[in-house]
């Protein structure tokens, strides 16, 4: 969904869609209900089972009280819907963005604990993304993907500059057999 703002989403997909790969259903959402903040939830059927991907945005903590106390808010209810997702529909859960924490902050910890996913980032050192305009030891990694225990990371790695001002994070995902 454009958007002249910086409340734009969008996933991207190879050109060649991945064998057993069907997008089951796709809509922008609102978590918390009711916030101005768009997010992509695609439920795609990915080897005979769904896995539920949220590409989420939260907003910036550092904005005053009330910016914090928003942000907490976005966490604690993204952690609800993946726990749901897990739980009460079965799915495999891939939580992906700018969730505007670095994987050190108590409140990303928390929200890792929460949400019952694994940090991806684990195993494959910082991989700053932000600012994109700036030497790596500069940045901070503030963009995340985190998933389900049935799933693992065999590839992590951030991508070249797009124009943005995060740089992109690249994951190859597979089932933990």
């Not at 050192?125 to 305009?133: E, H, I």
Request: charged fraction near 20%; aromatic fraction near 6%; include cysteine.
């Amino acid at each position: 969904m454009p958007s002249d703002d910086s409340l734009g989403v969008a996933m991207l997909l190879p050109i060649a869609e991945p064998q057993n790969l069907e997008i089951v259903t796709s809509k922008i959402v609102h978590i918390p209900t009711g916030s101005p903040r768009r997010m992509l939830e695609v439920i795609v059927l990915w080897q005979g089972k769904e896995i539920a991907i949220l590409s989420a945005s939260t907003a910036r903590g550092t904005n005053g009280q009330g910016a914090s106390n928003f942000q907490k808010n976005e966490f604690d209810e993204i952690a609800k819907w993946n726990v749901t997702q897990q739980q009460e529909f079965k799915r495999e859960v891939i939580a992906i963005g700018d969730l505007n924490n670095t994987p050190w902050s108590d409140r990303f910890r928390q929200f890792v604990k929460d949400s019952n996913l694994i940090n991806s980032q684990i195993g494959f050192g910082w991989q700053t993304t932000w600012p994109a305009n700036l030497p790596p030891l500069l940045r901070i990694p503030i963009d995340h993907c985190l998933h389900s225990q049935s799933l693992k990371i065999a590839e992590r790695s951030i991508g070249s500059n797009l124009g943005s001002d995060h740089l992109p994070l690249l994951v190859k995902l597979l089932y933990n057999d």
